[in-house]
């Protein structure tokens, strides 16, 4: 299976969402040119990387990867500076609370503006044969900024801005361009939410779901006459039976993200007191032989 | 430390970002205060299914709802226990917005006219962050009533602290605006009164409405000239709120887990609100790990000496992954602002879904 050219990384908050996307992302360097583009304001994925980058602008952590910060706020203001070209102006109203509020109440403008740059962003690594993983947000306001062109289609019937919604509607709903890889963890909520975000994602607004990343999966050292044997043990009972059960979820649940036509990739849970670039690299190898080789 | 004392508050509001349990917290907290004898309203956004089941709130529970609180209420004393109760209510920013719009409203002309502006329609889904608005909105009508010793209110997910708290001025500046009326103002009239910016932003939105067709100009005008005469009701509104807030009865709560992001972003959430003069009165860690079996307790347990190497295995993972805890929780503790108390609510295992449940977790709730 080849993957689409951009993967759209999401998931519910604490799913490692932003570790899961620096680690794709470090995987597929190891093949080809990658960026990764953070979305995701705090920036979490970068520093995982090890890079700090601001204003728009690319930093290489490697000579195959770099890593860009990309948010809704400066694609609007670079829209305004293309339309007001006196910058004096358009920075004075970028900052009046005005102005701020005439574009909250735009549908989407931000966010659509967005999506546009990456409709670009793709086309450009098309070109390069380079690859762009997304930290996006937390799923909700990840479908928010999805469901964003589809939206301004509605408000605007005809004209400049309904073309290019169509164009960015043909670029998300390109299965060899976009597609979404959705994070989780081996709890009942956050499955349900990532089944249930995938289906939004694929049914209503038609956008292909590659992966489900189950995250922090314990490897199984207990079996059943094992667990039996040491009920009398109690809190050592209680917390064999809890790594147990967590493998059980993750088990559990992969048939139900193959069934939604979604590949399913177990991480292990990295039983050490901090994630640093050892425990990235680690997730970064079992990415690479069970998501990039199949 | 003082222990966080429910008893002497009016009002506790749950802030934090977004995935932390913030309403399981709120929820723990008003069944705990119920269960002290307070007479308690919750309310929710949001709330998980199961959640919702627990608190016995339908999906479109606008109204409060009484809970049984049967089977973990204590009280010996009857009159506590008479006194006491729990109801919930879940919030629909997009219902409240509109029946404010029609309480103020001069005319039923006027009333429709917002109702019908595509500003307006935008501005009270969830893009503006008008459920914030909204909740405060909703809040104020609660505490109106006396006897309610204690409001629990759970917070819409934000990314910003202040997006919630300080949604009533947004939109009260809005309402206000100079720029946005005479934006919307024919041209020529008003030219003379017009800062460069607004000819700008005025120029830009032209701009935009040639390119894309979206008339938006008329509406921004039509919107804020609709809303002419409802300002003072807002406002009025709106100056409550902050009162509220400023209170020294209602205490802020900042909800987090013990991941290292997570508290980075709450960390982000007290400076924003200590900048905008707010104090938090304390922080809650959720789904803090229970404290770890004994490891000598192996050593003289009489199994199976493979199944002794996997369990001290399994202990010492699972160690690491308190350590984990324990460093965040540490340097959590030491950038707590003043005043402010940590607190931690245990993981329960398992999601909540009954009372006993969320009754479990206030309990567990603690000063760490």
């Given at each position: 299976m080849t993957l689409p050219?951009?993967?759209?990384?999401?998931?519910?908050?604490?799913t490692g969402?932003?570790t899961?996307a620096?680690?794709i992302a470090?995987?597929l360097?190891r093949?080809?040119?990658?960026?990764?583009?953070?979305?995701d304001g705090?920036?979490?994925?970068?520093?995982?990387?090890?890079?700090?980058?601001?204003?728009?602008t690319?930093?290489?952590?490697?000579?195959?990867l770099?890593?860009?910060?990309?948010?809704?706020r400066a694609?609007?203001?670079?829209?305004?500076?293309?339309?007001?070209?006196?910058?004096a102006?358009?920075?004075?109203?970028?900052?009046?609370?005005?102005?701020?509020?005439?574009?909250?109440?735009?549908?989407?403008?931000?966010?659509?503006?967005l999506?546009?740059r990456?409709?670009?962003?793709?086309?450009?690594?098309?070109?390069e044969?380079?690859?762009?993983?997304i930290?996006?947000?937390?799923?909700?306001?990840?479908?928010?900024?999805?469901?964003?062109?589809?939206g301004v289609k509605?408000?605007?019937?005809?004209?400049?801005l309904?073309?290019?919604a169509?164009?960015i509607?043909?670029?998300?709903?390109?299965?060899t361009?976009?597609?979404?890889?959705?994070?989780t963890?081996?709890?009942?909520?956050?499955?349900?939410?990532a089944?249930?975000?995938?289906?939004?994602?694929?049914?209503?607004?038609?956008?292909?779901?590659?992966?489900?990343?189950?995250?922090?999966?314990?490897?199984?050292i207990?079996d059943t006459?094992?667990?039996?044997?040491?009920?009398?043990?109690?809190?050592?009972?209680?917390?064999?039976i809890r790594r147990?059960?967590?493998?059980?979820?993750?088990a559990?649940?992969?048939?139900?993200?193959a069934?939604?036509g979604?590949?399913?990739?177990n991480?292990?849970m990295m039983?050490?007191?901090?994630?640093?670039?050892a425990?990235l690299t680690?997730?970064g190898?079992?990415?690479?032989a069970?998501?990039?080789?199949? | 430390?003082?222990?966080?004392?429910l008893?002497?508050?009016?009002?506790?509001i749950c802030?934090g970002?977004?995935?932390?349990g913030k309403?399981?917290i709120?929820?723990?907290?008003?069944?705990?205060?119920?269960?002290?004898?307070c007479?308690?309203?919750v309310?929710?956004v949001?709330?998980?299914p199961?959640l919702?089941d627990a608190?016995?709130?339908?999906?479109?529970?606008s109204?409060?709802?009484?809970?049984f609180?049967?089977?973990?209420?204590?009280?010996?004393?009857?009159?506590?226990?008479?006194?006491?109760?729990?109801?919930?209510?879940r919030?629909?920013?997009?219902r409240?917005?509109?029946?404010?719009?029609?309480?103020?409203?001069?005319?039923?002309?006027?009333r429709?006219?917002?109702?019908?502006?595509?500003i307006?329609?935008n501005?009270?889904g969830?893009?503006?962050?008008?459920?914030?608005?909204?909740?405060?909105?909703?809040?104020?009508?609660l505490?109106a009533?006396?006897?309610?010793?204690?409001?629990?209110l759970?917070?819409?997910p934000?990314t910003?602290a202040?997006?919630f708290?300080d949604?009533?001025?947004?939109?009260?500046?809005?309402?206000?605006?100079?720029?946005?009326?005479?934006?919307g103002?024919?041209?020529?009239?008003f030219?003379s009164?017009?800062?460069?910016?607004?000819i700008a932003a005025r120029?830009?939105?032209?701009?935009?409405?040639?390119?894309?067709?979206?008339?938006?100009?008329?509406d921004?005008?039509?919107?804020?000239?609709?809303?002419d005469?409802?300002?003072?009701?807002?406002?009025?509104?709106?100056?409550?709120?902050?009162?509220k807030?400023?209170?020294?009865?209602t205490?802020?709560?900042?909800?987090?887990?013990?991941?290292?992001?997570?508290?980075?972003q709450a960390r982000?959430?007290?400076?924003?609100?200590?900048?905008?003069?707010l104090?938090?009165?304390?922080?809650?860690?959720?789904r803090?790990m229970?404290?770890?079996?004994?490891a000598?307790?192996?050593?003289?347990?009489r199994?199976?000496p493979?199944?002794?190497?996997?369990?001290?295995?399994?202990?010492?993972?699972y160690a690491?992954?308190k350590?984990?805890?324990?460093?965040?929780?540490?340097?959590?503790?030491?950038?707590?602002?003043s005043?402010?108390i940590?607190?931690?609510?245990?993981?329960?295992?398992?999601?909540?879904r009954?009372?006993a449940?969320?009754?479990e977790?206030g309990?567990?709730i603690?000063?760490?």
């Open positions: 050219r951009v993967l759209f990384v999401t998931g519910k908050g604490g969402k932003s899961v620096a680690a470090l995987a360097s093949r080809r040119p990658t960026t990764l583009a953070d979305l705090r920036l979490s994925a970068a520093a995982a990387l090890g890079a700090m980058p601001r204003d728009s690319a930093v290489k952590v490697s000579d195959t770099d890593v860009i910060a990309l948010t809704a694609e609007l203001e670079a829209f305004i500076e293309r339309i007001v070209p006196i910058r102006i358009s920075r004075r109203m970028l900052r009046s609370r005005t102005f701020g509020y005439v574009t909250a109440a735009l549908p989407g403008l931000e966010a659509f503006l999506l546009e990456l409709r670009i962003m793709a086309g450009d690594a098309a070109l044969d380079r690859y762009l993983v930290d996006a947000p937390a799923s909700g306001s990840a479908v928010e900024l999805l469901s964003v062109s589809s509605n408000l605007a019937p005809a004209g400049t309904n073309r290019l169509d164009s509607d043909g670029f998300l709903g390109d299965a361009r976009f597609g979404a890889v959705i994070t963890t081996p709890e009942t909520l956050a499955v349900r939410e089944l249930e975000t995938a289906a939004t994602i694929r049914e209503r607004l038609g956008i292909a779901t590659v992966a489900a990343i189950m995250n922090c999966v314990p490897d199984l207990f006459s094992e667990l039996a044997a040491m009920s009398p043990l109690g809190g050592h009972a209680r917390l064999a147990n059960s967590a493998h059980e979820q993750a559990l649940a992969a048939p139900r993200f069934d939604a979604m590949m399913i990739v991480l292990p039983f050490t007191p901090s994630i640093g670039s425990e680690k997730l190898r079992v990415l690479d069970e998501l990039l080789d199949r | 430390m003082k222990p966080f004392d008893r002497a508050q009016k009002l506790v802030l970002p977004g995935g932390v309403t399981t709120s929820a723990a907290l008003a069944v705990r205060a119920a269960m002290l004898g007479a308690v309203d309310m929710t949001d709330p998980a199961r919702l608190l016995g709130l339908e999906q479109d529970s109204e409060p709802v009484e809970v609180l049967d089977g973990v209420q204590r009280g010996r004393r009857s009159k506590t226990r008479e006194h006491a109760r729990l109801r919930a209510l919030l629909d920013p997009k409240t917005f509109d029946s404010i719009i029609a309480r103020y409203a001069l005319s039923d002309a006027a429709d006219t917002i109702l019908e502006n595509r307006y329609r501005l009270s969830a893009l503006a962050g008008v459920g914030d608005y909204m909740a405060m909105e909703k809040l104020l009508e505490a009533n006396p006897t309610t010793d204690l409001i629990v759970d917070t819409p934000a910003e202040l997006d708290l949604a009533p001025r947004r939109l009260l500046e809005l309402l206000n605006s100079r720029a946005v009326t005479l934006l103002a024919p041209a020529g009239l030219r009164q017009l800062r460069m910016v607004d120029a830009v939105l032209a701009a935009f409405d040639r390119v894309t067709g979206l008339h938006l100009l008329s921004v005008q039509s919107f804020v000239r609709s809303f005469g409802m300002y003072e009701g807002f406002s009025v509104r709106a100056a409550r709120a902050q009162d807030l400023r209170a020294t009865d205490a802020i709560v900042v909800v987090t887990t013990a991941e290292s992001s997570r508290i980075a982000e959430f007290i400076d924003a609100l200590e900048g905008a003069g104090r938090v009165s304390a922080m809650v860690v959720n803090l229970a404290e770890l079996p004994d000598a307790e192996l050593a003289s347990a199994i199976a493979s199944l002794k190497k996997k369990l001290k295995r399994n202990l010492a993972d690491a992954l350590t984990r805890e324990e460093v965040s929780l540490t340097a959590l503790r030491d950038s707590l602002p005043g402010a940590l607190m931690v609510a245990h993981d329960l295992g398992r999601e909540p009954t009372i449940d969320l009754a977790i309990r567990s603690s000063a760490a």
